[in-house]
């Protein structure tokens, strides 16, 4: 209870952040709304979320052994960007804690500006539920890789307003925490910059095209992979990366739904979602990239399957503030109504 409780805290800072016009106020409960869960996260025990096991708890005992930062970086492989943060608190304060602390200071600073910039489509109070409840738990699974995350989410807005330079440097800060990072600029800056182009908006087949080609391509990458890695010799030993028993991790059909229910939202209610998703002028195809993008995850966890929680984290952030915007669609207010309670008792399920 105490994770619920903390959630529901939070997101009530959240509500008062977004409603009030005061910066002291905003400041104040954006403040405290970050700090809630970071502090649950920083007060977890050693073994609470497989990552302090596989490496963090080793990684902060290291850096306090460590004479120097350099020797530090000699008994670890982990990226440049994580292992300063975890010097540089193991030096200061002495704890693995202060250093789950940190991570989590981090990951939700960067999550709750990724959606605050977006608050004019979507309730700041709302997506930060959605969040806690799907992926505040992974956060202690995969420190490293939602640090990274966190930081591309807290960017996108910059892949919106064509401004492709300044989100290539959030790519690059979060590359720094952990190398998945790069895999943002083919899945969100290379396919928003196809989808939203006039060429594929105005030719009605190159859209279809677009869409549902390159998404029935994805039910061939599996197959193809897999006869490649066993045709070279010297790569058949990767083979078992691409094996449904290795593969297949936290594919639930529960998120199955949810991803699906997303899209045929999206396409019964194309002219809400325009609105709510799109801005105007240079903004005005937005939609499209937020619907290929759900069925882009869809499809992969269905044909592609490998590696998912890997390579879809990125698209998947993205997905949470369709999530989120879903009720904004309509515009009925039992049918709003419906629909949002529909979104919360799937993602608490």
């Known amino acids: 209870m105490i994770y619920i409780a903390c959630f529901l805290a939070s997101i009530l800072m959240a509500h008062f952040a977004s409603r009030s016009k005061d910066k002291g106020v905003i400041v104040l409960c954006s403040v405290l709304c970050i700090l809630i869960p970071c502090i649950l996260g920083g007060l977890r025990d050693h073994g609470i979320g497989t990552d302090t096991i596989i490496y963090g708890y080793s990684d902060c005992m290291a850096a306090l052994r460590a004479k120097d930062f350099l020797s530090f970086l000699a008994t670890t492989r982990q990226e440049i960007g994580y292992c300063t943060v975890c010097y540089a608190i193991m030096k200061t304060l002495g704890h693995q804690n202060w250093c789950y602390f940190a991570y989590q200071l981090i990951t939700i600073s960067c999550v709750y500006i990724g959606f605050y910039r977006h608050k004019e489509k979507i309730s700041l109070p709302f997506v930060m539920l959605i969040w806690f409840f799907i992926y505040y738990n992974v956060t202690y699974n995969l420190m490293r890789q939602f640090i990274a995350a966190s930081i591309v989410l807290m960017g996108f807005n910059y892949i919106e307003s064509r401004h492709y330079t300044k989100f290539m440097l959030y790519v690059f800060v979060a590359f720094l925490f952990h190398k998945s990072a790069l895999l943002a600029l083919p899945l969100l800056m290379g396919v928003y910059i196809v989808i939203t182009s006039e060429a594929v908006q105005k030719n009605a087949w190159l859209k279809l095209l677009t869409f549902y080609g390159s998404a029935g391509l994805l039910f061939l990458v599996r197959n193809i992979f897999f006869m490649v ?44 979602a325009s609105r709510v ?4 002028g240079a903004n005005r195809n937005d939609a499209e990239f937020y619907r290929f993008n759900v069925l882009f995850c869809l499809v992969f966890q269905v044909a592609v399957r490998f590696f998912t929680e890997r390579i879809l984290l990125y698209s998947e952030l993205i997905n949470i503030m ?5 009720p ?4 009925e207010k039992n049918l709003r109504f419906m629909i949002q309670v529909s979104v919360l008792f799937a993602v608490a399920f």
């Open 229 to 272: 890695i066993r045709s070279i010799p010297l790569l058949s030993k990767y083979s078992y990366y691409f094996e449904s028993k290795y593969s297949e991790v936290k594919i639930t059909v529960v998120m199955l739904a949810i991803m699906l229910g997303e899209f045929l939202l999206m396409t019964f209610y194309s002219k809400g």
């Open 322 to 326: 369709v999530l989120a915007a879903l």
């Open 328 to 331: 904004r669609f309509v515009r």
């Open 277 to 280: 998703l799109s801005g105007e």
